[in-house]
Nanobody
């Protein structure tokens, strides 16, 4: 059973920083591509950052320069460093592990709440 558990969310002021973590258990972490998504109330879920099994990263335009995704294969964990937080960043942040092909293994965490006060 593959499990993803996010942590690190919380309430921060505008301009603050957070580091989110997503710990993966039950499988070989290093083979998975990892994504961070967020969903704000009343909005569609948005892919904000990705890192492939090879370490190639990609970001949504809305977060470039402020968000950094990284992974530690020895710790089976993917991270999302979020700087210069804005109220618009308020959302539930979830991580996803997948192998990148239709019908393949695809796992999600429960999410962690990030709230940015103005």
């Amino acid at each position: 059973q593959v499990q993803l558990v996010e942590s690190g969310g919380g309430l921060v002021q505008t301009g603050g920083s957070l580091r989110l973590s997503c710990a993966v258990s039950g499988s070989i972490f290093s083979i998975y591509n990892m994504n961070w998504y967020r969903q704000a109330p009343g909005k569609q879920r948005e892919l904000v950052a990705s890192i492939t099994s090879a370490g190639v990263t990609n970001y949504a335009d809305s977060v470039k320069g402020r968000f950094t995704i990284s992974r530690d294969n020895a710790k089976n964990t993917v991270f999302l460093q979020i700087n210069s937080l804005k109220p618009d960043d308020t959302a539930v942040y979830s991580c996803r592990a997948h192998l990148g092909y239709p019908g393949g293994p695809d796992y999600w965490g429960q999410g962690t709440q990030v709230t940015v006060s103005s």
